[in-house]
């Protein structure tokens, strides 16, 4: 069973930068892939992107793409979200989760608030 501990959201004005840590732990992340979540009041939980750990690849959505980066530290076993230019509209608890490629997210952090003030 894999734990994920993220950590780094606070309170921002708009245009400033964060960045998120989901620290991973439990066992090995060879197949892995470590995704990145958001939950907004009111909206449904969206996807923001992920990293797929055995082929050091990532992706994120297009509404954040250019502002927000996805990286790992591999000897830490952590993933990070770095999030710039931050909008009002990125406002959400962020959540951390991963998952055997090919299957659902089945382990899942306990999230970090991320506010954005105008």
């Not at 055995?54 to 530290?73: A, K, L, M, P």
């Not at 931050?86 to 299957?103: N, Q, S, V, W």
């Amino acid at each position: 069973q894999v734990q994920l501990v993220e950590s780094g959201g606070g309170l921002v004005q708009a245009g400033g930068s964060l960045r998120l840590s989901c620290a991973a732990s439990g066992r090995t992340f060879g197949s892995y892939v470590m995704g990145w979540f958001r939950s907004a009041p009111g909206k449904e939980r969206e996807f923001v992107g992920h990293f797929i750990w055995s082929e050091n690849s990532t992706y994120v959505v297009s509404s954040v793409r250019g502002r927000f980066t996805i990286s790992r530290d591999n000897a830490k076993n952590t993933m990070y979200l770095q999030m710039n230019s931050l909008e009002p509209e990125d406002t959400a608890i962020y959540y951390c989760a991963a998952g055997i490629k090919g299957r659902p997210y089945d382990c899942w952090g306990q999230g970090t608030q991320v506010t954005v003030s105008s």
